[in-house]
Antibody
């Protein structure tokens, strides 16, 4: 059974960089696409971006200037960096898997991790 | 790239059927049959219940069905049950290898 687990600081200061890692277990990281999705408290879901195991990426145009997603296949992990954060970036951040780059069929999700941006 | 439009809330009584709409544009929902629906309970990660407009993953009840007409997709839940009370989100391919979610709909089972 594939499992995803997000990890990283739960509190980030304004203007700093948010960094999260998603560890994949129970399955291969190869041949799949791996996305980050976030959800501000009490609000809806927002797709942030994805990476393929070959390190190719695509990002939400509204966040593209601040986002970097990377992958470490040897450690079956992929990571999110979001710089210059503000309070608007406070959200539960999820990692999720999909089989095709153009198909929003997110079949496995992490449990989510809350990141609060505050001084 | 704007969020897809969903009603904020819908409600129904046990046994009834309800439909949740998801309206986009000709650049996303209207152009691709690449739309999924997700069910989310409070404090939990979303779970996909419909993909490619009208396909159900294994293990998902056949009470859930999806359809699309033009720029609007719909999720129908028949034989409503108390356990269906949750938030529901649509998500569409939006071109250029990007995705867009709907704002979410809270389903209340009366």
């Amino acid at each position: 059974q594939v499992q995803l687990q997000e990890s990283g600081p739960g509190l980030v200061k304004p203007s700093e960089t948010l960094s999260l890692t998603c560890t994949v277990s129970g399955g291969s990281i190869s041949s799949y696409y791996w996305s980050w999705i976030r959800q501000p408290p009490g609000k809806g879901l927002e797709w942030i971006g994805y990476i393929y195991y070959d390190k190719s990426t695509n990002y939400n145009p509204s966040l593209k200037s601040r986002v970097t997603i990377s992958v470490d296949t040897s450690r079956t992990q992929f990571s999110l960096r979001l710089n210059s954060v503000t309070a608007a970036d406070t959200a539960v951040y999820y990692c999720a898997r999909h089989e095709l780059g153009g198909n929003p069929r997110f079949d496995y999700w992490g449990q989510g991790t809350l990141v609060t941006v505050s001084s | 790239q704007s969020a897809l439009t969903q009603p904020a809330s819908v409600s129904g009584s046990p046994g009834q059927s309800i439909t949740i709409s998801c309206t986009g544009t000709s650049s996303d929902v209207g152009s691709y049959n690449l739309l999924s629906w997700y069910q989310q309970y409070p404090g939990k990660a979303p779970k996909f219940i419909i993909y490619e407009v009208n396909k159900r993953p294994s293990g998902v009840s056949n009470r859930f069905s999806g359809s699309k007409s033009g720029n609007t997709a719909s999720l129908t839940i028949s034989g409503l049950q108390a356990e269906d009370e949750a938030d529901y989100y649509c998500c569409s391919y939006a071109g250029s290898r990007t995705f867009v979610f709907g704002g979410g709909t809270k389903l209340t089972v009366l």
